[in-house]
């Protein structure tokens, strides 16, 4: 299947710091990736659609100024964390969707994760 | 996209199948039913999809009611490996639809 790569794979910074996380897809061109955060012990929750050459769409209650999206490429979303702090300690995960030319064929592929600890 | 409910944990004796249900009532003509999987610290995992023919591949086998209220995924042989959270998702299946996760199911295999 198709493979998607996140980095760093985990990060600690300290509170007050931003934090900027790469998501690549790899053998496939994605005009939209989203991005995800999840707690521990809680389903993972949307934060917001990153789009190829326009701007994101981010989900109700996330603050865009917090949580900078950049998709720069087809095969590239960047995630940064303005201004850390402790409560934005977590696990980010983003997706990618591909395309096999049939409506039907629409998996996402995730990509393994980062865990950012603020200190 | 229509709501899902699961259990929230069950658990299943390795080397025998393990059948997780999910309910979607309200299921639209359009959408399809998806199961994702996610083993601890790590990104979820697609495991299958359908509409409303039961489907089979490597992983696993779906299997929609008629009425296509409800399904099952069923693992045939549950390994220790299987041991992880299970989501039903049901979603419109065109490019770029998000996939809104529901608190899924924790399937424990135990030997």
């Known amino acids: 299947g198709a493979v998607v790569s996140q980095h760093p794979s985990w990060v600690i910074c300290k509170s007050g710091t931003s934090v900027k996380i790469e998501c690549r897809s790899l053998?496939?061109?994605?005009?939209?990736m989203f991005w995800y955060r999840q707690f521990p012990k809680q389903s993972l929750m949307l934060m917001a659609t990153s789009n190829e050459g326009s701007k994101a769409t981010y989900e109700q209650g996330v603050e865009k100024d917090k949580f900078l999206i950049n998709h720069a490429s087809l095969t590239l979303s960047t995630l940064t964390v303005t201004s850390a702090h402790p409560e934005d300690s977590s696990f980010y995960i983003c997706?990618?969707?591909?395309?096999?030319?049939?409506?039907?064929?629409?998996?996402?592929?995730f990509g393994p994760g980062t865990r950012l600890t603020v200190l | 996209d229509a709501k899902t409910t699961q259990p929230p944990s069950m658990d299943c004796a390795e080397g025998r199948a393990a059948n997780l249900p999910c309910n979607h009532s309200?299921?639209?003509?359009?959408?399809?039913v998806y199961w994702y999987r996610q083993i601890h610290s790590q990104g979820p995992q697609y495991i299958i999809h359908?509409?409303?023919n039961n489907e089979t591949n490597e992983m696993a086998s779906l299997i929609i009611t008629e009425d296509r209220k409800s399904s099952t995924l069923i693992l045939p042989h549950a390994t220790l490996r299987d041991t992880a959270v299970y989501y039903c998702?049901?979603?419109?299946?065109?490019?770029?639809?998000?996939?809104?996760f529901g608190a899924g199911t924790i399937l424990r295999v135990k030997s």
């Open positions: 309200t299921i639209s003509g359009n959408e399809y």
């Open positions: 053998d496939f061109q994605a005009t939209t």
């Open positions: 998702i049901v979603r419109r299946s065109e490019y770029g639809n998000k996939l809104v």
């Open positions: 359908g509409l409303k």
């Open positions: 997706s990618a969707p591909t395309s096999g030319g049939q409506s039907s064929y629409n998996e996402q592929f």
